[in-house]
Structures are given as structure tokens and as C-alpha cells.
């Protein structure tokens, strides 16, 4: 995204409608249909309570909460959970939990909004007298139309969206327009319904109607896109989110309006099963074309979400919550990345969706029960945030969370009926939340055991070795990652392997240390010569997004070092070096592997065993490092954390004669 599109300007505005409000902006495809299914006698007081209880939800929950508070707690622009969790991560060590919890129910959610959203409009074709008879919800064939669309949408994943992105908020705007207007030609025709912006209806319905609390879960699906407004944060900026917003919602509110005032204006006996609103409200000579848009506006919808989703795991990675992927860079557009392990997931979710549940009705049942938890984890590290970072005053915090809590709250209960009819997702969605919290739990044991020695009484011995004839060079350039925050270390089990693990005889040794940093795209580094032209250090300063392409990084530096005649790297042999040939450049990477000399816990046993079998399946250092095959070499490291203690052997001896 270019950086002038975060600046308030038509231009970024309408490129954040095509990129952010996607997913909330499809909503009244499905959502007022769902209220009038589960309100079930339809009357006045049903549709004048639901309008203003999906009124008043955008307005506390997507208007204040996320388009005035959470937006401002951007990380150097960027937004999400784990951007939120960097800002506040420092005070406290738990702050992790809800910030896996969060993106794991973000993330298992997420794969039934492709499908319900393509398939609401693409059910709507059943309204034109041509296609009656073929477009039946639920049928073959549009299972057919929405699998191929969605298979379709992950497969150009893979070629990113710079062609196809700049037409996004175009159509966007289109459909914006188009539902404002479709809303705004039934309120002529029946203005009374302005009544229902009234919250004294939201609340009669709440308390009079015999399920008046149970239909929060069903008003809850207006605004399932916000959580996912904030994580794209960053690719339009805070003041064009805020601005395009009162655009959005006000189409919004018009076609919501528009939806209850045609209800209303039908005969008190007639059946609204099966019927959708939306589509009602089209002129049917129009039906074929809103339908398209429709459809284009879903898929850009899926679209937000898919990319959204990519950007979720690649933080995940970097602050090590998440196993080590592939991640590709398909254009030149600053952060949009393509991870292929996610997309194919996916994938697989999404149909799995369609073909499990068949129809858009169907969907929406089980569909925002995970985004409440989402949101509710929000809430509690923007308490930190507000409290901590912003320094609000306490009195002040409290009540903004308090507001927050009753409301997600009530909708987590709602919605907790929705648990036994998405059983089918938990596999998928405990699966992420247990992949996470291992991966973290895992890590935080294994560092705990990390030994340091001080790398200046080392000089000594590395000087020694490398002058030493009577073993054989192992290369010119020799180079290791490292984990110590303090250049002045290193970590005992790299002495080990360049001294007593088939001694490394090397020229130079290199010893390579990545700090991540809390700001998002930080791109620096420093040079130390512990010892000049024979130990030096390059710490690298990047930001959580930036994906550790430390091959690339190190022969920028390198380079940098040779143009400043800090350092020569021509081949040191007599036969090579009179050619001025480079010298040779190895890395090695320690590979741990679990040692069968532990005693472990019952809990600790467990994560490290998982922690382990996990990593079989993820990415190589090699290649999450983007270090080339041929100049690495892996060695493989016993990890013994909890070591075998309190062994009576005793020896005993053969009887003489």
C-alpha cells in the first residue's frame, strides 16, 4: 500500500472501502433475514426492535469501540490483535493468552465468512421467475457456483491482488451506494420506521418478546467485520477509516431502515420462511445485475479476510506464536504476502463449510460465537492500553470497559446456543488456539535453559583455532545465529560446536543476533567488532512484520562493510586470491532435538513432546531464515531441559579366580 493513502485524501478513502469494510458491509445480505426466521411471529414490534437493536450495535460496537477507541491504539500505524498485544505485552507476562485466544477465534471464524457471504448473494438469483425453479438454496448446483468461486479466489492468492485490488473500492462504492439507495426508496414509501433508531424498541424486544435475549446472537452478525476493520489498520490509516465510516454506516442503517420499512408495508398474514428482505427490496428488472455486485462484493469481502488472515500468521511467526512457514512476497506491494499452508487451510475450511451446511440460513446459525470471543479478549488488553499507554484516568477506563464487557458479554451468551451446531468447527478452531499457546509455552521453557558464557574470554580460544595449521580449514566465513540480547555473550552450545564438535577452523567468525521490534516494518542494523577482522557481531533490528530474509540481510551488510573498507573478502588462498575471487561464506544452524535423558512433568513433558511434533511438520530455520542449501550446514542439538537426576549405579566387580 502506498503511504500516501494513509493520509485523508478520496483517494485512500475509497481504497479503505474496498479493503476494510468488506465483511461488515455484506452483512444486511443475511443479517435482518436471520431476525425475522428466529423472531418468529412477525409483527411491528419484532421489526422496529431488531432495526434498532442492530442500530445501536454498530453504534457502541463498531462506532465507539473500534472506530474511535480501538483505532487509536495503532502500532506505528498498524493494527490487530498482535499489534495490540506488542504495545502492552510489557506489563504484564499473561498478556499472551488473550492475544492467542483472540487470534485463534479471529482466525477458525473466519473460514465460514467466504461462504455465507458468496452464497447469500448468489441465493438471490432465486427470485428471478427464470431461475426459480434452478437456483434453490441448497441445491447441487449452487454449491457447485460457490465452491468454484471460492477455489478460484485461493487460487489467485498465490499471484496477489495488484491488478484486481485497484478495481476494489470501485465496486465497493457501487455496492454502498447501491444498498443506500435500495433502503433509502422503501423509507419514502413508509417513514414511520424512522421510529425504530429509537432504543426504547431495542429494548421492549429484549424484554417482552418470549426470545427477545437470545436474538442478540442473530443482531450480532451486523457486525462481525469489526474485529477484521482494526487488523487491516494499517493498510489505510486511521483518519480514512474513520471518515469513510459515516459513509458506510449510514448506507447501512438505510438498507437495514429500508429491509424493516417493506416488511411492514406487507400483509400482517403473509409467511416470511425462507424469504430475504434484500433481495425483496430490488426491483426485479434489477435483480440480475444486484445480484453481480452482490457476488463482487463478497468475494472482495473474502478477499479482506484471506489477506488479513496471511498478515495474522505472519506476525504470529514473528513474535513466535506460530511454527515457521513458508511466506511469499507474490508482488511488490509492502506487506501483502501470500503464506500457501494458510491458503490451502483455508480453502479446505471453506468448502468443507459450504458442503457441511449447504445454505446461507444454515451458516448464520452457527455462525459469530468465536468472534464474540475475539472481541472480548480485545477488550481486556485495551483495558492495558487505555490504562497504561494512554494513561487514562482509572474512573474513566473502567466505565468504557465496563460498556464493552455488558454488551460482548451478552452476545457471548446468545450466541453460546450456536456451540452445538458448530461442532464442527472446534477441531479446527482448539487446534489453532493449542498450536499457539504450545508454540509460546514451548519456547519460554526451552529459553529458560539457554546457557550463556561471556564471548570475550572466548577470543582467546577462537583467535587460537583459527591460526591453528594442524586443522583443517572448515571455510573461510563462518557464521551463526544467536539469541543473546547482549552482544558480549554467546550461547554455550555454539563454543560447543565450533570447539569440540569437529573443531571449525575459520578466518572470520560471525555470529548473527535478530531483535524483533514492537513497531511493525523497523529495518536496521549494527555492526561490532569484537575482535577486529577475526569475531564480529551483526545485530539486526526488525520489525514484526518484516519477514528475516537473512541471507539477503547479511550480504547487504557485507557489502556495506567492503564499500566502507571495513573488512576484505577475498579468497584467502594463494591459488584463489590472486584472481580477487570472494572468499567462502558457510552458516550453521543448530537443529534441537528432544533428549530421551529428560525428566519431565507431567504439563512440561506434554508441550514439549507437542511443541516437537508440531516442528516436524512446520518450515526449516534454513529456509525461515531464507538461508541458501548450499551454504548452510544444520547440526543437530540434544535438548536436555529437565536432565535425569538422582541415578544410583553401582559398580560391582568379577570375582577373582
Not at 47 to 63: D, K, N, P, R
Not at 613 to 624: G, H, P
Request: glycine share 6%.
Amino acid at each position: 500500500m502506498h503511504p500516501n493513502l494513509k493520509k485523508l485524501s478520496a483517494a485512500g478513502m475509497l481504497v479503505t472501502l474496498g479493503i476494510i469494510f468488506g465483511d461488515i458491509g455484506t452483512s444486511p445480505l443475511y443479517t435482518f433475514q436471520v431476525l425475522l426466521k428466529e423472531g418468529g411471529q412477525v409483527n411491528p414490534a419484532l421489526v422496529l426492535g431488531a432495526i434498532s437493536c442492530v442500530f445501536w450495535t454498530l453504534t457502541l460496537q463498531t462506532t465507539f469501540k473500534y472506530i474511535f477507541i480501538t483505532l487509536q491504539a495503532d502500532n506505528k500505524g498498524e493494527g490487530g490483535i498482535f499489534s495490540l498485544y506488542a504495545l502492552v505485552r510489557r506489563y504484564g507476562k499473561w498478556m499472551a493468552i488473550p492475544a492467542i485466544i483472540g487470534a485463534g477465534t479471529l482466525l477458525a471464524d473466519g473460514i465460514i465468512t467466504p461462504p455465507i457471504s458468496v452464497t447469500s448473494a448468489i441465493e438471490g438469483l432465486n427470485l428471478v421467475p427464470a431461475l426459480s425453479k434452478i437456483i434453490v438454496p441448497g441445491n447441487t448446483l449452487i454449491l457447485c457456483i460457490v465452491i468454484t468461486i471460492i477455489v478460484l479466489l485461493f487460487f489467485f492468492q498465490q499471484f496477489g491482488t495488484k491488478v484486481i485490488g485497484a478495481s476494489f473500492g470501485p465496486i465497493m462504492l457501487c455496492w454502498f451506494c447501491m444498498i443506500a439507495l435500495l433502503g433509502l426508496i422503501q423509507v419514502l414509501h413508509y417513514p414511520e420506521i424512522f421510529k425504530a433508531l429509537n432504543p426504547y424498541y431495542g429494548a421492549r424486544l429484549l424484554m417482552d418478546h418470549p426470545h427477545g435475549f437470545w436474538l442478540l446472537g442473530a443482531v450480532f452478525l451486523c457486525t462481525t467485520g469489526a474485529e477484521a476493520l482494526y487488523s487491516d489498520l494499517g493498510h489505510c490509516g486511521r483518519k480514512n477509516i474513520q471518515i469513510s465510516w459515516i459513509f458506510v454506516k449510514t448506507a447501512l442503517v438505510l438498507n437495514y431502515l429500508g429491509q424493516g420499512a417493506w416488511v411492514l408495508m406487507q400483509s400482517p398474514q403473509k409467511d416470511f420462511n425462507g424469504i430475504n428482505p434484500f433481495f425483496e427490496i430490488v426491483p426485479h428488472l434489477f435483480l440480475i445485475p444486484v445480484v453481480i455486485i452482490a457476488t463482487m462484493a463478497t468475494i472482495i469481502a473474502s478477499q479482506a479476510l484471506i489477506s488479513g488472515s496471511f498478515t495474522l500468521i505472519s506476525e504470529a511467526v514473528s513474535m513466535n506464536f506460530w511454527p515457521k512457514v513458508t511466506i511469499k512476497y507474490p508482488t511488490n506491494i509492502r506487506g501483502q504476502i501470500y503464506i500457501p499452508s494458510i491458503n490451502w487451510l483455508l480453502c479446505i475450511g471453506c468448502i468443507a463449510v459450504s458442503l457441511y451446511f449447504r445454505t446461507s440460513e444454515n451458516m448464520t446459525a452457527a455462525y459469530g460465537f468465536s468472534i464474540t470471543i475475539a472481541m472480548l479478549m480485545t477488550t481486556i488488553l485495551m483495558y492495558y492500553f487505555m490504562r497504561y499507554v494512554k494513561r487514562w484516568p482509572l474512573w474513566l477506563v473502567i466505565i468504557i470497559v465496563s460498556v464493552f464487557a455488558v454488551v460482548e458479554l451478552s452476545f457471548f451468551v446468545a450466541n453460546s446456543v450456536k456451540i452445538v451446531k458448530r461442532l464442527f468447527f472446534l477441531v479446527f478452531e482448539v487446534g489453532l488456539i493449542f498450536t499457539m499457546f504450545v508454540w509460546f509455552k514451548a519456547r519460554k521453557i526451552t529459553n529458560r535453559f539457554l546457557k550463556f558464557v561471556e564471548l570475550e574470554d572466548q577470543v582467546a580460544m577462537l583467535k587460537a583455532l583459527s591460526e591453528d595449521r594442524s586443522i583443517a580449514k572448515y571455510c573461510t566465513h563462518l557464521i551463526y545465529l544467536t539469541k543473546a540480547n547482549n552482544s558480549k555473550q554467546i550461547e554455550q552450545k555454539v563454543l560447543y560446536s565450533i570447539f569440540s564438535r569437529n573443531p571449525k577452523r575459520a578466518d572470520v567468525y560471525w555470529f548473527v543476533h535478530i531483535e524483533r521490534t514492537d513497531e511493525p516494518y523497523t529495518m536496521e542494523f549494527m555492526v561490532e567488532e569484537l575482535s577486529d577482522d577475526k569475531i564480529i557481531r551483526i545485530e539486526f533490528r526488525l520489525g514484526f512484520r518484516i519477514h528475516p530474509r537473512i541471507n539477503v540481510l547479511f550480504r547487504k551488510v557485507v557489502q556495506e562493510m567492503v564499500a566502507n573498507k571495513e573488512i576484505d573478502i577475498t579468497s584467502k588462498y594463494d591459488s584463489l586470491n590472486k584472481f580477487n575471487l570472494a572468499a567462502d561464506f558457510r552458516f550453521v544452524i543448530m537443529e534441537k532435538f528432544l533428549s530421551y535423558e529428560n525428566e519431565f512433568s507431567l504439563k512440561d513433558g506434554f508441550i514439549l513432546r507437542s511443541y516437537f511434533a508440531i516442528k516436524r511438520l512446520a518450515q526449516s530455520d534454513t529456509k525461515a531464515f531464507g538461508l541458501d542449501t548450499s551454504e548452510t550446514v544444520i547440526e543437530k542439538i540434544p535438548l536436555v531441559v529437565y536432565p535425569a537426576e538422582n541415578i544410583h549405579l553401582k559398580r560391582i566387580y568379577r570375582p577373582v579366580g
